[in-house]
């Protein structure tokens, strides 16, 4: 068991890294022609956390990494809209990944998915045209190859910090 | 131990892919279903005023005479066509049907113009950032 502080110092990494590559991301957005699309890549982070840490800790992650980059590079609709896409895609990934039938790939797929369909949700009720949904056809997909690629990401980054993971603290159900 | 197990791929994922693009696939086939005959409207403008606007999605058939020529348009399945004339050219009779915003069929003998504009798809604009 890590101590407060430990496991304090631990999470604000985590969150400075999530902010830095949300950062990064607003700086060069991976633009492919489609409005709206982005790969996510803070989401690295939350699932890593997630699958090292536990749910507390990728919960708490993600609320302070949405709030702080709504608040430095954001607008409240932006803030709104990110709030809505993580905490939906979070609580399917902890809902996910402790049942034995999915893996790090299928439970970062669905959270990637699941990220768009509560935005274009949230979009379709907020501007009252529900012909916005048509608009999954394309970002259901997308969300799920994203998804894939931050499941990629996250078992590159789990695999090269293997053999140091036991100092950071055991996994459980965090907080 | 149990952090491994959750590395690699297992069957249960395939599963969930599957049930997310299912919604996907009945989107679309919505989607391609009602694109055709959704919102689109068809003017017809003769001897360069506006007689009219038809809705594309329904049946109907009109007969618009100027300039001592008449033409029958039909509008109905989401598209718009001249089906006959009695102008010397013919032209507006062999165009292809016109379903697309923006399409436009002319008898220029009988100073017919009809053309396909879009009904509410408009709305969509303003929230676009």
Known sequence: ?175 | MKLRQGEYPRRGDALLAVALLLPVILLLVHFLMRANDEGAWAEVYSAGERIGIYALSEEREITVSANGYQNIIHFGGGQVMVVAADCPDQYCVRHAPASREGETIVCLPARLVVRVTAGEEGALDGIAR
């Not at chain 1, 991301?25 to 409005?35: A, K, Q, R």
């Not at chain 1, 993600?62 to 932006?78: E, I, K, Q, Y």
């Open chain 1, 1 to 175: 068991m890590a101590s407060h502080a430990k496991r304090l110092a631990h999470e604000a990494m985590l969150l400075a890294l999530a902010l830095i590559c949300a950062y990064l991301e607003f700086l060069f957005p991976l633009s492919l022609g489609i409005p709206g699309i982005k790969l996510g890549l803070a989401n690295l982070v939350i699932v890593y956390a997630l699958y090292a840490d536990g749910a507390g800790v990728a919960l708490r992650v993600s609320l302070c990494r949405v709030l702080l980059s709504a608040l430095l590079f954001g607008n409240l609709s932006m803030g709104l809209y990110s709030l809505a896409g993580a905490m939906a895609s979070l609580l399917v990934m902890i809902g996910l990944y402790r049942r034995p039938y999915f893996s790090l790939w299928g439970v970062s797929l669905a959270g990637g998915a699941v990220h768009n369909i509560a935005q274009v949700l949230l979009a379709a009720c907020i501007s009252g045209t529900p012909q916005i949904l048509y608009y999954l056809i394309l970002l259901i997909p997308v969300g799920m190859f994203t998804g894939l690629l931050i499941a990629f990401l996250t078992f590159s980054v789990r695999r090269a910090l293997y053999p140091a993971r036991q100092t950071i603290g055991k996994g459980g159900s965090g907080g």
